[in-house]
């Protein structure tokens, strides 16, 4: 079946603007994480979503990242005013159920100049 | 001082090697015990899961999880160069949602 899947893959912006990273999960899972890679680092847990609301989001770095799953399905991060701190690799996961395996997607590459 | 350490590499070796990677961790609260894959811009892909300590086997994959130590290792026996990438620990509470990995060991494997 269809893994996790991100859009878009790649995305450059210029330092200031706002951009929104999307996540469409193996259908079905309920829990959603968002985690943020950096080169040469490991994913750096950003949030957790149970269905619609969000558990734990205590891996946002600041107020100018916010994440919403509306219909407990896909999932949108929201990147105000982006700076050059921000480029990284966004990765998304979902799993069946909390506490289970976690299915990661391919990432967004973010390359804010 | 890192939750979770691992040594970034790069690893060489040639194929058929026994491969050991390792990392330590601080917090004794850790229950679960993880490794993954990632091949160059894909993202990780779950290989072992370990509750607590002891050993567990899976094909050429033998994980291990020393908790007195706080210290896990991963062995990848008959080593193959499509085994070429990177390999993340990773681990968490129990009853948490927050997975926290190490940065990562960069492996090649020479044919």
């Known amino acids: 079946g269809a893994g996790v899947s991100q859009t878009p893959s790649n995305k450059v912006t210029e330092k200031g603007k706002y951009v929104e990273l999307r996540c469409d999960p193996i259908s079905g899972h309920t829990a959603l994480y968002w985690y943020r890679q950096s080169l040469g680092q490991g994913p750096e847990f950003l949030i957790y979503f149970q269905g619609t609301g969000a558990a734990d989001d205590s891996g946002l770095p600041n107020d100018r990242f916010f994440a919403v799953r509306p219909e407990g399905s896909v999932s949108t991060l929201k990147i105000q005013r982006t700076e050059r701190g921000d480029s990284a690799v966004y990765l998304c996961?979902?799993?069946?159920?909390?506490?289970?395996?976690?299915?990661f997607g391919p990432g967004t590459r973010l390359l804010v100049l | 001082q890192k939750e979770v350490e691992q040594d970034p590499g790069p690893l060489s070796v040639p194929e058929g090697a026994i491969v050991s990677l390792n990392c330590t961790y601080s917090?004794?609260?850790?229950?679960?015990f993880m490794w993954y894959r990632q091949y160059s811009r894909k993202g990780p892909e779950l290989l072992m899961y370990?509750?607590?300590?002891g050993n567990k086997e899976d094909g050429r994959f033998t994980a291990q999880v020393d908790k007195s130590s706080k210290y896990i290792s991963l062995f990848i026996r008959d080593s193959q160069p499509s085994d070429s990438a990177t390999y993340l620990c990773a681990m968490k509470n129990t009853g948490g949602f927050k997975t926290i990995f190490g940065a990562g060991t960069r492996l090649f494997v020479k044919a």
């Open positions: 996961a979902s799993s069946p159920r909390a506490q289970e395996t976690q299915y």
């Open positions: 370990t509750y607590s300590s």
């Open positions: 917090n004794s609260a850790f229950q679960y």
